[in-house]
């Protein structure tokens, strides 16, 4: 098959509120997930980045989590503004966002 | 963060009966995702392999499907017995299973 280039994973779990867990889908990630499909249409990148929406990434307390591969780049705490950097930086120009990385800690 | 050596999304999207496109999910796909979860607790692979279920993965038509990154690699049509050939062969030792492989295809 024609490969995506790169595939970004947008968790979009939900628990219902009031779960210690928490999840990314009570922090807007759906609404991340329709912004970055905008985003990827706008600047052309459609065609060679695919977008997806998952259960949970198993990092639950760092949400909203995104992860980029192949290159295996996860991103924690991911807002709108720093979607706009991601796509430009890591899915436009292949560099991912330093300062987003998900912090050192194990998966749930 | 401790990154999963690999990454294996399972496509559990549903679509109502009839729906021409079809889905993995009607083709049994969330037996598929609680076989893997089991088999790599079984192996001892657990702690180096993450799965995670996904919706729409853009292959309705080749379902289930089945991707491991950051392999990038992608699988059609995966049924229980295949599931174990890619656990044994490519989860454990690395090795893609050819025959298995997505065919060339455009992403929907």
């Given at each position: 098959?024609?490969?995506p280039?790169?595939q970004v994973?947008?968790?979009?779990n939900?628990r219902p509120?009031?779960?210690?867990?928490?999840?990314?889908g009570e922090?807007?990630?759906?609404?991340?997930?329709d912004?970055?499909k905008?985003?990827?249409?706008?600047?052309?990148l459609?065609?060679r980045?695919?977008?997806?929406?998952?259960?949970c990434?198993k990092h639950c307390?760092r949400g909203?989590v995104?992860a980029?591969?192949?290159?295996n780049?996860w991103?924690?705490?991911?807002?709108?503004?720093?979607?706009v950097?991601?796509?430009t930086?890591?899915l436009?120009?292949g560099r991912p966002v330093?300062?987003?990385?998900m912090?050192d800690i194990?998966?749930?």
């Amino acid at each position: 098959m024609p490969k995506p280039e790169r595939q970004v994973l947008v968790c979009v779990n939900s628990r219902p509120p009031g779960n210690p867990k928490g999840s990314c889908g009570e922090k807007a990630s759906q609404a991340l997930f329709d912004q970055l499909k905008g985003l990827l249409k706008e600047r052309g990148l459609d065609g060679r980045v695919m977008v997806n929406r998952t259960y949970c990434l198993k990092h639950c307390s760092r949400g909203p989590v995104v992860a980029v591969q192949p290159d295996n780049v996860w991103y924690a705490g991911v807002t709108p503004a720093d979607l706009v950097e991601i796509c430009t930086m890591h899915l436009a120009e292949g560099r991912p966002v330093a300062r987003l990385l998900m912090p050192d800690i194990p998966w749930e």
